[in-house]
């Protein structure tokens, strides 16, 4: 087990750069199987999902190379079409190589995704979208298998926008025969950039970014290298981070446009935010006000940045209201905010925060990826020293967190058992 032993209490200061999409990036090393060739990918994190794909690519036949920054993946030699189980239970997003591998080979085998426990995360979605394909699912035991002989374009139209159903049946329809279209289909930037990465090695794709998209079957694909979108969940995340020790930080390697409702209840909150192409100034006051927030869909508020929020939100003065509407169990990490003088209620999808004037230092756990980061923001500004244990759920999906914390004046030790 490892943990961060923060010392808060320092207010942050300083420049930053954010990383890869840890989101845009998982998806995109998956798609590297559809084209037979070499991939080349820049600005890949490197975090335990990354390096969780990149073991079940090799697994698979592909040679993976990681040098000078750069991640070289060649798909030609791929020998199986099962993703093995462990690995399938480390994360959620290892189902989006099942559609990579059935637009190629037209056939894999899996078992039900792992990943942070949030509530109950099915792929019926995933599935029906396949079948629509024209795809065959036998299930047995808790194992899939995905095969048929032809996949011919359709209509389909996914009940929710699901982020992963709608990346995956992008990747099994780029080689169908003729046209599908994907109707109230998710509109993250980590689809476009997926989009953008498969029309550069020679796929046929239009309309990521909207709720229509259109992918046109094309007969080959090309070597391709890519430069991966910034991550815009570590984005938001460093700017509450900042915010809620009453920081100035300057956070580079942003996409504004991504992190927009972020920005928005962060001025809310209180914070000057100054924005200069790709980069996010913000000034926090000494205390921010109580602001609320809903999570949706993109470009709603981001779920993932809905644990950090509200731990930010524990200091600020008055009551906040948050509602989670994307996932069914994402307030776990309460508990341990409790732990730290924090005063939040739950029901249901709600939580309403009464903000403390100080938290206290605790020993707390991550309960998730997010959760865990949420932990360590609180513990940024509460007094003395706290620690995060459970900290491999935060090395999933933060590249150096606690190296960039300590650039901007942070006290934080990783502490490796
Ligand atoms: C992706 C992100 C995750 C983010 C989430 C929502 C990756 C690797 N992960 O996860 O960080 O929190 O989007 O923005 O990109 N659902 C179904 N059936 C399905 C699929 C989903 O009911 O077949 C439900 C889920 O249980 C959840 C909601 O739809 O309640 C959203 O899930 P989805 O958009 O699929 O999230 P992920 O792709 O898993």
């Known amino acids: 087990m490892s943990s961060y032993i923060i010392e808060g209490g320092n207010k942050l200061e300083g420049e930053i750069n954010v990383s890869g999409s840890k989101n845009a990036s998982l998806p995109i090393m998956a798609a590297s199987i559809l084209s037979g060739k070499t991939t080349t990918l820049y600005n890949v994190p490197n975090i335990y999902d990354t390096k969780t794909t990149q073991k079940i690519l090799q697994l698979l036949g592909c040679r993976v190379n990681k040098k000078n920054g750069k991640i070289i993946i060649n798909s030609k030699d791929i020998k199986s079409q099962e993703i093995p189980d462990e690995q399938m239970r480390k994360m959620r997003s290892s189902v989006v190589l099942a559609g990579a591998l059935i637009g190629r080979f037209k056939n894999a085998i899996f078992s039900y995704p792992g990943g942070c426990d949030i509530g109950s995360r099915p792929i019926d979605l995933h599935l029906k979208g396949f079948q629509k394909l024209g795809i065959n699912i036998e299930e047995d035991g808790g194992i899939i298998k995905c095969s048929c002989d032809k996949i011919i374009g359709n209509n389909i139209h996914l009940d929710f926008p699901s ?43 239009k309309g990521a970014g909207t709720n229509v998209i259109k992918i046109t079957g094309v007969k080959n694909l090309k070597d391709v290298s890519y430069n991966v979108m910034p991550d815009r969940i ?23 446009e991504h992190i927009n409702p972020v920005i928005h209840k962060l001025e809310e909150a209180g914070a000057k935010i100054l924005l200069d192409k790709n980069k996010i100034a913000i000034k926090s006051p000494k205390r921010l006000k109580a602001v609320d927030i809903k999570t949706m869909p993109y470009p709603g508020f981001p779920t993932d940045l809905q644990s950090i929020f509200a731990s930010m939100l524990s200091v600020a003065k008055g009551s906040s209201m948050v509602v989670e509407n994307i996932f069914e169990n994402r307030y776990k990490y309460v508990n341990e905010l409790r732990r730290m003088g924090a005063k939040i209620t739950v029901e249901g999808k709600v939580a309403i925060i009464k903000g403390v004037r100080k938290l206290t230092s605790a020993q707390v756990n991550s309960t998730d990826l997010r959760g865990g980061a949420a932990m360590c923001t609180a513990a940024l500004a509460a007094k003395g020293e706290s620690t995060i244990n459970n900290i491999e759920y935060i090395l999933r999906g933060y590249e150096n967190l606690d190296k960039k914390l300590t650039k901007l004046g942070a006290k934080i030790k990783l502490q490796q058992i």
């Open 234 to 256: 570590e984005a938001g995340t460093l700017l509450c981070m900042a915010a809620i020790t009453g920081g100035e930080v300057l956070v580079n390697n942003v996409k504004i």
């Open 163 to 205: 982020v992963g159903a709608t990346e995956n049946i992008i990747l099994a329809s780029v080689f169908a025969e003729g046209e599908t279209i994907i109707t109230n289909a998710a509109m993250e930037p980590e689809i476009v950039d997926l989009q953008n990465f498969l029309n550069k090695m020679g796929a046929k794709v």
